[in-house]
């Protein structure tokens, strides 16, 4: 089985077992073969692990572990066991939308990384947004701090670990693993090292992907004092790879850290006074970093909370979006009806 391997799928299962059949599936429903599936529970207390088990026992593809202490360590163990060329990582409520065999087809050519392409849905299955060839058809053959630059720099992407293929080989050669002590920017932390060091990239111009957006209970919502510190411990590791850097290339590695820091920001305004006192130290260092930027959207933030304070500051960073959304919804709204009066 294992030269018949070129796709290792690599899903964290915890508490799963309403959403992973659907994940699952995508998978079982591909017409390319050469592909095995690492289930990899998580200490769950609902019947997860039981369901990996009985879609073991379907396919001989499929291969369930057992971890403890959160989805780096089962990302992590994904990757050890691996048997595959090419590693991809889902989350247990996502799945696979496109053919296997066109991103085989793609990854010929030896590539360390390859960007897919991907549909974020809502729960009840519905495109909200999509990130096609026509934004990032500038990832063909290119070397990865140029596709850092591009992806991070100009389009501001989420600096997620599933929206990349990697060589196996890459990532042992680089020694390139999450972080078992961060659960906020561990896919930062693991995204950003291997892009950057990256010889090759490509892209798959067709969606590949469903990625399902959490609603009331997601990761935002969710924020407390103590991610606040992890982001802290996540941007250190960050600046400490940049360090060996140019001064310039320094500068570009971390961006995406900044824009962290700017969502902490905003998710800082929505916490209680306890949460921010708890850890008001932390957001100021985080305003800090982002006052070394020269990206205006950074270094202007982090100097209204030096003079206005953190507080008043990140409350306003609140309004901001929130009236930024509203207006873009109306604007939606607007051109849809134009054009349905039209037709």
Aim: charged letters at 20%.
């Amino acid at each position: 089985m294992q030269d018949q391997v070129f796709f290792s799928i690599v899903v964290p299962v915890h508490n799963a077992a309403y959403t992973l059949e659907y994940c699952v599936s995508s998978v079982l429903n591909q017409q390319y073969a050469q592909w095995e599936l690492l289930l990899v529970e998580n200490g769950s207390a609902d019947d997860s692990l039981a369901l990996c088990r009985i879609f073991e026992a379907k396919d001989s593809r499929i291969r369930v572990f057992t971890t403890q202490t959160g989805p780096s360590e089962a990302r992590n163990c994904g990757i050890d066991q691996a048997r595959g060329s090419y590693l991809l990582f889902l989350d247990s409520d996502d799945a696979l939308c496109g053919e296997l065999a066109a991103l085989a087809e793609k990854l010929k050519g030896n590539c360390d990384l390859c960007y897919l392409t991907h549909n974020n849905v809502s729960q009840n299955g519905q495109i909200v947004s999509s990130f096609y060839a026509a934004q990032v058809d500038r990832l063909t053959h290119v070397s990865g701090r140029a596709a850092y630059q591009y992806l991070y720099g100009e389009l501001h992407i989420a600096t997620s670990s599933w929206v990349f293929a990697y060589h196996k080989a890459f990532l042992d050669e680089q020694k390139i693993r999450f972080a078992q002590d961060l659960y906020i920017g561990e896919d930062m932390h693991f995204a950003t090292r291997a892009l950057w060091l990256a010889q090759c990239v490509e892209m798959l111009p067709e969606p590949m992907l469903r990625f399902t957006l959490n609603d009331g209970g997601s990761l935002t919502t969710s924020m407390n004092a103590d991610s606040c510190k992890n982001l802290k411990k996540a941007m250190l590791r960050g600046i400490r790879f940049a360090s060996d850097l140019e001064e310039h290339d320094s500068a570009v590695f971390l961006e995406p850290y900044q824009n962290s820091g700017l969502w902490m920001l905003y998710v800082y305004g929505g916490m209680s006074k306890c949460e921010q006192d708890c850890c008001k130290e932390e957001m100021r260092w985080i305003c800090g970093i982002m006052q070394h930027s020269t990206k205006v959207r950074f270094w202007l933030p982090a100097v209204i909370a030096e003079v206005f304070g953190v507080r008043l500051t990140a409350k306003m960073a609140r309004l901001m979006k929130s009236l930024i959304y509203t207006v873009s919804a109306r604007r939606k709204r607007f051109l849809d009806l134009v054009q349905s009066s039209e037709s």
